[in-house]
């Protein structure tokens, strides 16, 4: 219920729209469900209304409704004028195909056969009565139908004004309902990547990104589908149950009443079916958003999979995964089957049998209740009717199921606690940065760093070197807010930056990664990103500060050549010195190079080594390093060994320690062989 309640509110945004379709639907229901009753009319009235006593009249034989038979004038009674004088009664009944005239009344009416001498015997039980009779032939006989024939058509032609009226609004509703849907799932699936946006990188840690996708897209659409189509058939079929209930009340209020059942019968079927169906479902849709996981892996890491021949592994784990939707898939199917269209023919057919039981008995019961052929055709046209819904409401009974645990999964991802995108500007950073007795977790009490205090200056270079997993790339990631410290405070400019909005922070700071990402687009956008305050004459500076304009002016576009998704069309060296000069585009006061020149060759990193003296003047710049030449002019070398410093100092106070650091240099230098531990 909480899930449907949330689904409420997000419709309620659009809620002018759908009264407006609902007011539609209840206007094509309404039309479409006043056909029967006009059938109704047309049938008791006009056609087998021939049969209703007449009587005679001294009216002008030019009278619309007077007929000429026999060299009298007759009129039916419901055509007399109120107060108008009758005179004898007569009968015209029907017997097999021919019809009959009766002078005088009719004590009961029942089963009508014709004597060998040409008299109307009319059976009723253990009741005889014979009249007689005189047969009409053809002109006759239509010269009493004539008084009707306006009428009729009348009636024919109200019949199709109303149903083109009813498809008119029903178009309408449907238009209408689909844009509103339309539109529901647009918010929603901006909220959904907006929320993405708001999510703290670890969030993302354990969550692989073919399943954010699922969420974003297939959960999203089957959403649609839950509003375009299933809550469709839904408000459909109850706004058209309740007007055939109404019109069958109308008609016979008993066996309207008995009709009944029929509504506790769909509650508890629509009870049973979602608990069973809701389980199948959310192990069907776990296992299409892991299918999307092992799909997106597979493509990111193609290179590799072919490189060292795992393509039976990843085919084997997806099949694992495929075999179980399939199986649940299965399971579902076999539910849908046994509560599908056959149970809505079993409950049809108890109808019916009702149905036929009813009127059988009132026909039998004495002429007090005996049924009309108007009212028959009405009540088995509005049960035909009556079934439709039922049978759309069941058929998406599937999509109804899918869509609720779809709706679940979208409302954890946009439950999940996120920070807001701040739109808000600060003044520029000096770039002065401390850290404070910083300790930090990626799980509890799993510390990768203890006790982290250093200083950096405005505009001095900090390196930070170590081995794998010493926590150089943790310390940044604080400081770039990606994760929060454990404990110990981090300050900019003396404020402590989780005082500040994480993208008010970053506003003033710059981060070149070891493994550089490139947007689909052109080089130019790249490094602007799209933001209108970086000019084209901005971008040709940024990419001319680090060389890029060397390398990149063999390609066709220049810095307006196509990028394709990830750069996979540059070469490493490339797509690192965009990486910089996107960087550099934005002004940093602070710049984090985080192994920014480990995937570069020697000519291309001695380019950017040029072009880093030039541009890290006035910036406080962060380096991470796996090449200690890199780092020989920082200001200050941070040597960290398992999440603490060991060593500090620049480049010629560490040599002269003789300690790690010196003992790192010596080791790339290859004056000293590294020891191998066990």
């Known amino acids: 219920?909480?899930?449907?309640?949330r689904l409420t509110k997000y419709a309620l945004h659009y809620k002018t729209h759908l009264l407006l379709a609902l007011l539609m639907l209840a206007v094509a229901v309404g039309t479409e469900l006043a056909g029967p009753l006009v059938a109704k009319r047309l049938i008791d009235v006009h056609i087998t209304g021939i049969e209703k006593p007449w009587y005679s009249t001294a009216t002008n034989t030019n009278s619309e409704y007077a007929v000429q038979y026999g060299g009298a004038s007759y009129k039916r009674e419901d055509h007399f004028a109120a107060g108008e004088p009758r005179g004898d009664q007569v009968r015209v009944l029907q017997v097999e195909r021919d019809y009959y005239f009766i002078s005088g009344q009719i004590a009961f009416d029942g089963e009508r056969t014709i004597t060998a001498d040409q008299k109307l015997l009319i059976t009723r039980g253990d009741r005889q009565s014979t009249y007689e009779a005189k047969k009409l032939s053809a002109a006759e006989m239509y010269a009493f139908f004539q008084p009707e024939l306006g009428g009729l058509i009348r009636l024919c032609w109200y019949y199709f004004g109303l149903l083109i009226v009813s498809a008119a609004f029903s178009y309408g509703q449907r238009y209408v309902l689909q844009t509103a849907s339309n539109?529901?799932?647009?918010?929603?699936?901006?909220?959904?990547?907006?929320?993405?946006?708001?999510?703290?990188?670890r969030y993302f840690d354990n969550l692989p990104a073919g399943k954010v996708v699922s969420r974003i897209t297939n959960d999203t659409e089957t959403l649609r589908e839950l509003y375009v189509t299933v809550l469709a058939n839904f408000f459909t079929g109850t706004i058209y149950m309740a007007g055939i209930f109404a019109a069958?009340?109308?008609?016979?209020?008993?066996?309207?009443?008995i009709c009944l059942f029929?509504?506790?019968?769909?509650?508890?079927?629509?009870y049973v079916y979602g608990k069973k169906a809701k389980r199948y479902n959310r192990t069907i849709r776990a296992a299409v958003g892991e299918i999307n996981g092992v799909i997106n892996e597979s493509i990111q890491g193609m290179q590799v999979v072919k490189a060292f021949r795992a393509e039976n592994r990843m085919e084997a784990e997806f099949e694992t995964i495929n075999s179980r939707l399939f199986?649940?898939?299965?399971?579902?199917?076999?539910?849908n089957s046994w509560t599908g269209y056959n149970l809505v023919s079993v409950i049809r057919n108890i109808a019916f049998v009702a149905l036929i039981w009813y009127f059988g008995s009132a026909t039998l019961s004495g002429p007090e209740a005996f049924v009309t052929l108007g009212v028959l055709y009405a009540f088995v046209d509005y049960l035909n009717r009556l079934f439709n819904p039922i049978v759309n409401i069941v058929n998406q009974l599937p999509n109804l199921e899918t869509a609720l645990v779809s709706a679940e999964r979208v409302f954890v991802l946009l439950d999940e606690e996120g920070e807001d995108v701040s739109d808000r500007s600060m003044k520029r950073f000096e770039g002065n940065v401390k850290f404070d007795d910083v300790s930090f977790a990626y799980k509890e009490n799993e510390y990768v760093l203890r006790n982290i205090s250093f200083e950096a200056k405005q505009g001095q270079t900090v390196a930070l070197i170590g081995h794998t997993g010493s926590g150089k790339s943790s310390i940044l990631n604080l400081l770039f807010r990606f994760y929060d410290a454990s404990s110990g405070r981090i300050t900019i400019d003396g404020a402590d930056i989780r005082d500040m909005p994480r993208q008010t922070m970053r506003q003033h700071m710059g981060i070149v990664l070891q493994d550089p990402f490139l947007f689909t687009g052109t080089i130019a956008s790249n490094v602007s990103l799209d933001d209108p305050a970086i000019t084209r004459e901005r971008i040709e500076k940024a990419l001319a500060d680090v060389g890029a304009d060397r390398l990149l002016k063999h390609l066709p576009g220049g810095i307006d050549e196509p990028v394709i998704e990830k750069g996979s069309t540059l070469s490493a060296g490339q797509r690192q010195l965009i990486s910089f000069a996107r960087a550099?585009?934005?002004?940093?006061a602070i710049l984090i190079l985080d192994e920014a020149t480990s995937n570069i060759d020697?000519?291309?990193?001695?380019?950017?080594?040029?072009?880093?003296?030039?541009?890290?003047q006035g910036r406080t710049t962060f380096v991470i390093a796996h090449r200690l030449s890199t780092v020989k002019n920082a200001d200050l070398i941070l040597v960290l060994d398992r999440g603490e410093i060991v060593e500090r100092g620049n480049h010629d106070t560490l040599m002269e320690k003789q300690g790690k650091y010196s003992q790192m240099v010596r080791i790339q230098q290859g004056e000293l062989t590294p020891a191998v531990t066990s």
């Not at 539109?183 to 990188?201: A, C, E, H, T, Y």
């Open 602 to 616: 020697t000519e291309t990193e001695a380019l950017i080594q040029n072009a880093l003296e030039v541009v890290k």
């Open 584 to 588: 550099l585009a934005f002004d940093p």
């Open 262 to 270: 029929i509504l506790p019968v769909l509650a508890v079927w629509i």
């Open 183 to 201: 539109r529901i799932i647009r918010k929603m699936r901006s909220d959904v990547f907006g929320q993405m946006n708001r999510l703290p990188v």
């Open 1 to 5: 219920m909480k899930t449907l309640g």
């Open 327 to 335: 199986t649940y898939r299965n399971k579902l199917l076999s539910l």
């Open 248 to 257: 069958l009340f109308v008609l016979d209020s008993r066996l309207a009443a």
